[in-house]
């Protein structure tokens, strides 16, 4: 069973950098891709990135490209989401999912839809804020 812990949540004032982290344990990543997810207040859960552990693979919502960067430790067992120049519409709760290779359709599927994912984390708290 994937355990996903998620951290690196905070206050940040607008124009700051977070680096989100999602650690992974009771199995190896290789098998899996991971997707960040975020959820701000009233609104639906977005897909922002995911990567495919095997090959590398990114994907990134239209929404957060050009400031947000998925980045993968496989000796580690964790994913990175660096966030850059933040934003108030940034404010949500970040969550890491995994989905295994065989089972999610595409990286876009998973990420747009959280097709195939099969574990997700409790998330962590971004606040963008002045």
């Known amino acids: 069973q994937l355990q996903l812990v998620e951290s690196g949540g905070g206050l940040v004032q607008p124009g700051g950098s977070l680096r989100l982290s999602c650690a992974a344990s009771?199995?190896?990543?290789?098998?899996?891709?991971i997707g960040w997810f975020r959820q701000a207040p009233g609104k639906e859960r977005e897909g922002v990135s995911c990567?495919?552990?095997?090959?590398?693979?990114?994907t990134y919502a239209d929404s957060v490209k050009g400031r947000f960067t998925i980045t993968k430790d496989n000796a580690k067992n964790t994913v990175y989401l660096q966030i850059d120049n933040l934003k108030p519409e940034d404010t949500a709760i970040y969550y890491c999912?995994?989905?295994?290779?065989?089972?999610?359709?595409?990286?876009?599927?998973?990420?747009?839809?959280?097709?195939?994912?099969?574990?997700w984390g409790k998330g962590t708290l971004v606040t963008i804020s002045s």
């Open positions: 999912a995994a989905g295994a290779n065989h089972r999610i359709p595409t990286l876009q599927a998973m990420c747009h839809l959280a097709n195939g994912v099969d574990y």
């Open positions: 009771g199995g190896t990543l290789d098998y899996y891709a």
């Open positions: 990567i495919s552990i095997y090959d590398g693979a990114t």
